[in-house]
Structures are given as structure tokens and as C-alpha cells.
Nanobody
Framework: VQLQASGGGLVQAGGSLRLSCAAS????????VAWFRQAPGREREFVAA???????HYTNSVKGRFTISRDNARNAVHLQMNSLKPEDTAVYYC???????????????????WGQGTLVTVSS
């Protein structure tokens, strides 16, 4: 399984970006897919996930602003980010795993495959 993240860029506060995570190989909807982010000097943190059950989950700081969705026809997962804030600035990574459950979806080590990351910069 290979993951390719794209869609990052520079945007002003209040703007929007749409990140995409394209999967190749054996990845399909039986995998849970998540987005994590890592800002300079900080640990990687969970942002959002869509589980094998197709349920969607978000960290509190992005609820109401970010939406994760799965495009089964294109074997991709998207993260629509609206009302962006400077504190959203980070490298965003997508990750996929088959053993992810609700109680562990925020744990990076539960994911088997990772994309290369895409940089999101939000200016104030």
C-alpha cells in the first residue's frame, strides 16, 4: 500500500484547502484512514479519521471546520479544511491501517502505512 498526500499550500486565515490522500496497491475501504499533523517543535497529533465502519471522528479543535470523506471510486480520502487558523499550520500526513478501532484511532502507531506529508501554512 502506498499513500500520496497532496493539496497543501499557503492560505490566509479564514480560507480553505482540500487535502487528498490517494491510495495505491491493496488499500480499499476496508482500511481506516486518518489525517495527522505535525507543527515545528511539536509532536504529531491526530486530526481526523474515517474508520472501516465509515464513521468519522475529529479532534476537538477542528470540529465544525474540517470534514473527512472517502471517495471509493478513486480510492482516495479527502480532508476539506474551512475557516483555517494560523494554529492549523503544520505538515499534514495521511495514514491507513486495518487494525484501527475507535479507542485507538488517535494513536499513530496503530496505522500501518503513511504518506509523505503535505505542508499547510495559514497566514494571519
Amino acid at each position: 500500500v502506498q499513500l500520496q498526500a497532496s493539496g497543501g499550500g499557503l492560505v490566509q486565515a479564514g480560507g480553505s484547502l482540500r487535502l487528498s490522500c490517494a491510495a495505491s496497491g491493496r488499500a480499499d475501504r476496508t482500511y481506516s484512514v486518518a489525517w495527522f499533523r505535525q507543527a515545528p517543535g511539536r509532536e504529531r497529533e491526530f486530526v481526523a479519521a474515517i474508520l472501516r465502519s465509515q464513521s468519522m471522528h475529529y479532534t476537538n479543535s477542528v470540529k465544525g471546520r474540517f470534514t473527512i470523506s472517502r471517495d471509493n471510486a478513486r480510492n482516495a480520502v479527502h480532508l476539506q479544511m474551512n475557516s483555517l487558523k494560523p494554529e492549523d499550520t503544520a505538515v499534514y500526513y495521511c495514514a491507513a491501517g486495518k487494525g484501527v478501532i475507535l479507542s485507538s484511532l488517535r494513536v499513530p502507531s496503530m496505522y500501518d502505512y503513511w504518506g509523505q506529508g503535505t505542508l499547510v501554512t495559514v497566514s494571519s
